[in-house]
Nanobody, 116 residues
Framework: QVQLVESGGGLVQAGGSLRLSCAAS????????MGWYRQPPGKERELVAT???????KYAASVEGRFTIWRDNSKNMANLEMASLKPEDTALYYC??????????WGKGTLVTVSK
């Protein structure tokens, strides 16, 4: 059974930092592209950052230069370092595992709240 478990969310002041982690189990982690998505209050889910199995990264324009995604295949983990946080970064953050022709797995999310 595939499980993605996010951790590291919380309340932080604007300008602060947080690190989110996603622990994956039940899948061949190294084969999957990993990603972080978020759903702000009252809005749709949006892409934050992705990292391919070859470690190629992509970021949403709104977080470019502030967030960093990386993966540790030896620990089956995908992490998101978030710096210079803004109130508009407030959202439920989800971990995603994607493998072409096999589909996607999602975690249950971790809440990040950035206060002014």
């Amino acid at each position: 059974q595939v499980q993605l478990v996010e951790s590291g969310g919380g309340l932080v002041q604007a300008g602060g930092s947080l690190r989110l982690s996603c622990a994956a189990s039940g899948l061949l982690f190294g084969m999957y592209d990993m990603g972080w998505y978020r759903q702000p209050p009252g809005k749709e889910r949006e892409l934050v950052a992705t990292i391919t199995r070859s470690a190629v990264t992509k970021y949403a324009a709104s977080v470019e230069g502030r967030f960093t995604i990386w993966r540790d295949n030896s620990k089956n983990m995908a992490n998101l370092e978030m710096a210079s946080l803004k109130p508009e970064d407030t959202a439920l953050y989800y971990c995603n595992a994607h493998l072409s022709n096999f589909g996607d797995y999602w975690g249950k999310g971790t809440l990040v709240t950035v206060s002014k």
